[in-house]
C-alpha cells in the first residue's frame, strides 16, 4: 500500500522506430485464410470442389447418353455453385459482426475499407479458383463420359460464354457481398440472399406470367432474370443493357449503401 | 501516452460519455473505474477508433488511432474478451494477429506461454473457452506486437485469483518498463490495487482523477493510539471531522502528515497513522457515482 504511493522510475524503453504500414497483400492473405479456417468456412470451400464432382458423377449416371457435352457438365456443376459461392462471400462479411471478431480486425487494422477490399478481393480470388476447378473437373467429366458413352467428346462452350459464365457466378458473389455489407448478421444475410435467389424470382416468374407490361420490362427489373442469360451467353446489346441497369438497382447501389454503413458504423 | 480531450459521444438524446478529459501517462498503470454503463467501453472503443466521437478526440502518443500504421506494434488492445469467432482455435486467433501485425511465427508460441494456455488448450476452439481462457486468450492477442500502450476492458472479468494476481503482475512489470497501461474495471479493489492513477466515472461524466496517493488522501485518515478522546479532541480543536468507533478507532478526513502534527503538539503517542485507502476509496467511489448508480436511490 505505502509502495503504491510512491512515483515509480520509469525505465527507458529501446528507441523505437515508426513501424511500417501493413500493405495490402498481407492484409488480403489474413482475410483468405480467415475463410478457411473455421470449421464451417473448411467445409463451405472443401463444398465446392464435393459439389463438383457429385454433380459430375451425377451427369454421367443420369444424363441420356446422345446428350453428354461440356455443357450439360458444366451446368450441372454450376448450380451448386450459384448458392456456395455467394455464401462464402456473405460469412467473409458479416462473421466479423456475428462473431464480433471485427473488434480486433478493425482495431488492428484501423481502416476498414482496407479490410473490406480485402475480403472482396479475397472473396473474388476464391470464386474465380473456385469457378476454374468446376470448369476442369466438369471437362474431366466430359472426356470420360464420352469414352464411357463411346460418343464423340463435345465442347460446345465457346470461350466467350465461359467468359460471361464466370462473370454470372461473380456477380453472385458481388450479391451474396453486398447483402453482407447491408445486413452484417450471418443468419440475416443468408436469408436474404435465399429471398432474391429462390423467392423474387418465382414472384416475378409469376408477374410476369399475368401482367404484360412487366412481361416487357422484366430485363429491366429483374437483375436475377437478366443476368442469368449470361449463362447462356451470346448476349444481345439490348441483353447487355438488361444487365447493367437492373444490376445498378440490385447490386451496385446496394453495394455502395451498404459499403458506407460498413465505414461508418459503431463497430461493438 | 493516451489522450482523451473534450471527448463527448452522443446517442440521439442520450448522452453517453460528456465532455471527458484525462492522459494516461507512460510508466503508470491508470485504472478507469466506474459503475457498468458509466461510458468506460464507450471511451475505450472511441480511443481505438471503433466508435466516432460526436465531439472531441482521443490520441494515443499524439496521433490519432487511425493514424498509426500498424496499430497492433503500438497499442494492444483487448475491449471484450468474447468477441473472439468461436469457430476458431486459440493458437489460430493469435496467428491471424501475428501475420496482420507482419511478425515471426514464433511470437504465437511465446505468447501462448506467457499467457499460461498449454498447446492442447490452444487448439481447442474458442467456443469450449472459459471466460478466464478468453481474457488469457485476448491478453495474448493484445500482447503479441510487443506494443507500448495497453487498453484493456476489464481485463479480470472470468479469471479465477491466481489469474488476478497474475494479470496485476503483468500490467504492473509493463509499467515499470515504461509502458502505458489503461485499465477500466467496475470493481474498485481490482483496480486499487495495481493502479497509479485513478480515473473515475459515473454518467459520462469524470467525477475525480488523479494520482492513487491523492484520492486516497482525499479519502481521509484512520490513526490508532492509547488515548482516542483527547486526540478525536485535538483533532477537532484543529479544525478535523472526527469519527471515533467502538473499538477505539479514529478515522478523519485530514491527511495523515496533518494528523500527525496534530499529535505531536498535543503529545499524544500514536500506535498507528495510516490513509483510509481500502474502505475510503470505496466510500468515496461510492459516494461519487451514488447519482449514476442504479442502487443510487437507496444509497
Known amino acids: 500500500m505505502s509502495t503504491a504511493t510512491l512515483e515509480r522510475e520509469t525505465v527507458a524503453s529501446s528507441p523505437r522506430t515508426t513501424p511500417r504500414p501493413i500493405p495490402m497483400t498481407r492484409i488480403v492473405g489474413v482475410e483468405l485464410r480467415k475463410m478457411f479456417d473455421t470449421r464451417s468456412g473448411f467445409w463451405l470451400m472443401t463444398s465446392v470442389g464435393i459439389a463438383a464432382v457429385l454433380a ?4 454421367l449416371l443420369f444424363a441420356p447418353r446422345d446428350e453428354l457435352s461440356y455443357g450439360s457438365f458444366a451446368g450441372a456443376i454450376g448450380v451448386p455453385m450459384t448458392i456456395i459461392l455467394p455464401m462464402i462471400a456473405v460469412l467473409a462479411v458479416t462473421s466479423e459482426w456475428s462473431q464480433r471478431s471485427g473488434l480486433t480486425t478493425f482495431t488492428l ?8 477490399t480485402a475480403k472482396l ?13 468446376a470448369f476442369a473437373v466438369g471437362a474431366l467429366g466430359n472426356v470420360v463420359g464420352s469414352a464411357i458413352a463411346g460418343v464423340d467428346t463435345s465442347w460446345d462452350i465457346s470461350l466467350g460464354n465461359a467468359a460471361t459464365i464466370f462473370l454470372a457466378d461473380a456477380l453472385g458473389m458481388l450479391m451474396g457481398f453486398t447483402l453482407g455489407v447491408l445486413i452484417r448478421n450471418s443468419p440475416g444475410a443468408i436469408v436474404g440472399y435465399f429471398v432474391y435467389a429462390l423467392v423474387l424470382p418465382a414472384i416475378f416468374e409469376a408477374l410476369s406470367a399475368y401482367q404484360d407490361w412487366f412481361h416487357d420490362l422484366r430485363g429491366w427489373i ?4 437478366a443476368s442469368s442469360a449470361l449463362y447462356d451467353g451470346g448476349l444481345s446489346a439490348t441483353e447487355w443493357a438488361h444487365v447493367a441497369v437492373s444490376g445498378t438497382f440490385w447490386l451496385l447501389i446496394p453495394l455502395l449503401v451498404g459499403l458506407r454503413l460498413v465505414l461508418r458504423s459503431e463497430v461493438k | 501516452m493516451i489522450t482523451v480531450d473534450s471527448l463527448t459521444v452522443r446517442y440521439g438524446r442520450f448522452t453517453a460519455v460528456d465532455d471527458v478529459s484525462f492522459t494516461a501517462r507512460s510508466g503508470r498503470v491508470t485504472g478507469f473505474l466506474g459503475p457498468n454503463g458509466a461510458g468506460k467501453s464507450t471511451t475505450m472503443r472511441v480511443m481505438v477508433g471503433l466508435t466516432r466521437p460526436t465531439t472531441g478526440s482521443a490520441s494515443i502518443s499524439g496521433h490519432p488511432f487511425a493514424d498509426l500504421p500498424n496499430p497492433g506494434l503500438e497499442v494492444g488492445v483487448l475491449l471484450d474478451a468474447s468477441a473472439q469467432h468461436a469457430g476458431r ?7 491471424i494477429a501475428q501475420r496482420t501485425m507482419g511478425l515471426p511465427a514464433a511470437r504465437v508460441e511465446q505468447m501462448l506461454q506467457r499467457v499460461s494456455l498449454t498447446s492442447s488448450e490452444a487448439d481447442r476452439r474458442v467456443r469450449n473457452y472459459s471466460l478466464g481462457m478468453r481474457q488469457r486468450l485476448g491478453i495474448a492477442t493484445a500482447l503479441i506486437g510487443d506494443p507500448e500502450v495497453l487498453i484493456l476492458d476489464e481485463p479480470a472479468n472470468g479469471l479465477d485469483p491466481a489469474g488476478i494476481r497474475w494479470m496485476r503482475d503483468l500490467l504492473r512489470e509493463y509499467a515499470d518498463q515504461g509502458g502505458t497501461v489503461l485499465l477500466s474495471s467496475h470493481l474498485l479493489h481490482e483496480i486499487e490495487v495495481v493502479a497509479d492513477d485513478l480515473v473515475v466515472i459515473g454518467n459520462g461524466r469524470i467525477v475525480a482523477q488523479g494520482t492513487k496517493a491523492e484520492l486516497l488522501e482525499a479519502a481521509g485518515t484512520v490513526v490508532r493510539t492509547h488515548d482516542p478522546v483527547a486526540l478525536g479532541r485535538a483533532l477537532q480543536a484543529a479544525g478535523l471531522d472526527v469519527t471515533m468507533s467502538d473499538d477505539g478507532v479514529l478515522r478523519t478526513d485530514g491527511a495523515a502528515a496533518r494528523v500527525g502534527e496534530v499529535a505531536l503538539a498535543a503529545g ?8 483510509a485507502d481500502g474502505a475510503g476509496l470505496e466510500e468515496m467511489f461510492l459516494e461519487l457515482t451514488a447519482e449514476s448508480q442504479r442502487e443510487g436511490a437507496a444509497a
Open chain 1, 222 to 225: 429483374d437483375f436475377n432474370f
Open chain 1, 109 to 116: 487494422v484501423p481502416h476498414r475499407g482496407r479490410v473490406i
Open chain 2, 89 to 95: 482455435t486459440g493458437r489460430e486467433i493469435l496467428t
Open chain 1, 56 to 59: 459430375t458423377v451425377a451427369t
Open chain 1, 121 to 133: 478481393l479475397g472473396t473474388l480470388l476464391v470464386g474465380v479458383t473456385s469457378i476454374a476447378v
Open chain 2, 268 to 275: 499524544i503517542a500514536l500506535t498507528e497513522l495510516k490513509s
